[in-house]
Nanobody
Framework: QVQLVESGGGLVQAGGSLRLSCAAS????????MGWYRQAPGKQRELVAT???????NYADSVKGRFTISRDNAKNTVYLQMSSLKPEDTAVYYC?????????WGKGTLVTVSS
């Protein structure tokens, strides 16, 4: 059973920074890719950033240049460094892991950006 546990969310002022962590149970080498998604109130869940097992990254246009996804294989953890945060970044952020054809999700961590 794969477990993903997100942490690091909280309340931050616009322009501030936060680092989210996603700790996986067991080696993240098992996964083809991992990523961060977010869901704002009343909106659909959307992709934020992904990173493959080979280290290739992909970002939503709305976060390019502000967010950085990274992985620490030794700690079985994926991070999302968020900078220059905006009120529109407010959402529940979810971690996702893919081991084709399976997908695994964490329960999410809330990020609130005040103006």
């Amino acid at each position: 059973q794969v477990q993903l546990v997100e942490s690091g969310g909280g309340l931050v002022q616009a322009g501030g920074s936060l680092r989210l962590s996603c700790a996986a149970s067991g080696s993240i080498f098992r996964f083809n890719a991992m990523g961060w998604y977010r869901q704002a109130p009343g909106k659909q869940r959307e992709l934020v950033a992904t990173i493959t097992s080979g280290g290739n990254t992909n970002y939503a246009d709305s976060v390019k240049g502000r967010f950085t996804i990274s992985r620490d294989n030794a700690k079985n953890t994926v991070y999302l460094q968020m900078s220059s945060l905006k009120p529109e970044d407010t959402a529940v952020y979810y971690c996702k892991a893919v081991r084709v054809p399976l997908e695994f999700w964490g329960k999410g961590t809330l990020v609130t950006v005040s103006s």
